[in-house]
């Protein structure tokens, strides 16, 4: 019961931004959005996280719509070495050691980066 | 400060038998959970385990089962082996608190079912 929608795959030219959407329609409350990604024969790589407002870090921004029900990640400057499959996810940040965490991943995108 | 281990990387196994993956999550993370990618299904959670405790479970037969050690090193075991559990098998650790608690992946153990 897949919790987030993306689109199986995307090209974008290298240098340009590559903006990846996610719809997460049912998210609740406390969810949070997650964005991992998957660089061929490695584990995931986390990249960035967000509640409601919009977040940046040194790797990508998180835009997150008023409603909730989508986000999208922007790579400002995809590099050949931004080709990878990502994946966004929600879940509750866990604030007690005995809490339970719902995890869901998806099918992800394929993000292909074009010289 | 050393990543997430698993080994081992790469195993070859035949129907009926059973397997044990190791996970030697970073120094300091309490929590260890356990993913099965394959191409047709992508990522499954399998479990969760802290402080010993598996504290969450995915969708899983009871043929994959795990545990965790007080060190927090962990172990899932899949016995009767079936042609269809040929996946990635992915191991992350995470603190447990505060909402940074993004997960660190380990580079996996590939399994193969014969």
């Known amino acids: 019961d897949a919790k987030t929608t993306q689109p199986p795959s995307m090209d974008c030219a290298e240098g340009r931004a590559a903006n990846l959407p996610c719809n997460h329609s049912t998210i609740s409350g406390n969810e949070y959005v997650y964005w991992y990604r998957q660089i061929h024969s490695q584990g995931p790589q986390y990249i960035i996280h967000g509640l409601k407002n919009n977040e940046t870090n040194e790797m990508a921004s998180l835009i997150i719509t008023e409603d909730r029900k989508s986000s999208t990640l922007i790579l400002p400057h995809a590099t050949l070495r931004d080709t990878a499959v990502y994946y966004c996810?929600?879940?509750?940040?866990?604030?007690?050691?005995?809490?339970?965490?719902?995890?869901?991943f998806g099918t992800g995108t394929r993000l292909t980066i074009i010289p | 400060k050393a990543g997430v281990t698993q080994t081992p990387r790469y195993l070859i196994k035949t129907r009926g038998q059973q397997v044990t993956l190791s996970c030697s999550p970073i120094?300091?993370?309490?929590?260890v959970s356990w993913y099965q990618q394959t191409p047709g299904q992508g990522l499954q959670f399998l479990f969760e385990y802290f402080s010993e405790t598996q504290r969450n479970k995915g969708n899983f037969p009871g043929r994959f089962s795990g545990r965790q050690f007080s060190n927090s090193r962990s172990e899932m075991n899949v016995s009767t082996l079936e042609l269809g559990d040929s996946a990635l098998y992915l191991c992350?650790?995470?603190?447990?608190?505060?909402?940074?608690?993004?997960?660190?992946f380990g580079p996996g153990t590939r399994l193969t079912v014969l």
């Open positions: 996810t929600v879940r509750v940040p866990r604030t007690d050691p005995f809490g339970n965490e719902k995890l869901t």
């Open positions: 992350a650790s995470s603190l447990w608190g505060g909402a940074a608690n993004e997960q660190f």
């Open positions: 120094s300091g993370h309490r929590s």
